[in-house]
């Protein structure tokens, strides 16, 4: 089975400040790891995406997320937040070699950057 | 949400009535997806088209049904027997499975009388 954990409902920083928003995964094997954002009353946009390789994947809007390996986890961040950074973030896994063949998302954290 | 449409944005149904839901995408993707947001639960996925003609179930399956006739076209009908159908439904593209990045539609808030 293949799961994703996002601990915090919501993160709230102050713009200017970095932000983190975390994520945590459970999969048999390798992972795809990826990050989308959901502005209100819309769909899902695609941030960034880990397949293989270099540990540090930069992405959209200045968005990046360090995939760690030994602590499961794909946690996004970024140097400098903007008030337009706040929208709820989605984290997501499918496993490279498992069954599943769809990929399974994380209940969400709402990001809120105060002016 | 470029490439990927879904109708009606707002949809009321009555309890006992069957809805269906429309995605249509001009991305020439194979791959095609349904899941169901609810409050604090992030997505769930219903339904995924890998390539025409085929689909599988997902995590929620029960009470909805969809048909992939054509590669553009991906409709979901959300069933009488679905007993809490009052979500917000996205639909989603990709060229194939993941590592493939999905495209989303900007969805339909279901709303059931």
């Known amino acids: 089975a293949q799961s994703v954990a996002q601990p915090e409902d919501q993160v709230n920083v102050a713009e200017g400040n970095p932000l983190t928003v975390k994520c945590t995964y459970s999969?048999?094997?390798?992972?795809?790891l990826f990050w989308y954002v959901q502005y209100p009353n819309r769909g899902l946009q695609f941030l960034l995406k880990?397949?293989?390789?270099?540990?540090l994947v930069k992405g959209s809007y200045g968005f990046e997320a360090e995939f760690n390996k030994s602590q499961t986890s794909f946690h996004l961040k970024k140097p400098s937040a903007l008030v337009s950074d706040s929208a709820l973030y989605f984290c997501?896994?499918?496993?490279?070699?498992?069954?599943?063949?769809?990929?399974?998302f994380g209940s969400g954290t709402r990001l809120q950057v105060q002016p | 949400d470029g490439g990927i449409t879904q109708s009606p944005k707002y949809l009321f149904r009555k309890e006992g009535q069957n809805v269906t839901l429309s995605c249509e995408q001009n991305?020439?993707?194979?791959?095609m997806y349904w899941y169901r947001q609810d409050p604090g639960q992030g997505l769930r996925l219903i339904y995924y088209s890998q390539i025409v003609n085929d689909f599988q179930k997902g995590d929620i399956a029960e009470g909805y049904s969809v048909s992939r006739e054509k590669k553009e076209s991906f409709p979901l009908t959300v069933t009488s027997a679905q007993k809490n159908p009052t979500a917000f439904y996205l639909c989603?593209?990709?060229?194939?499975?993941?590592?493939?990045?999905?495209?989303f539609g900007p969805g339909t808030r279901l709303t059931v009388l």
């Open positions: 999969v048999s094997g390798n992972p795809y």
């Open positions: 991305l020439n993707h194979d791959a």
């Open positions: 997501a896994v499918r496993g490279k070699d498992t069954g599943r063949r769809a990929l399974t």
């Open positions: 989603a593209s990709s060229l194939g499975l993941a590592p493939n990045e999905q495209f």
């Open positions: 880990y397949i293989t390789g270099d540990n």
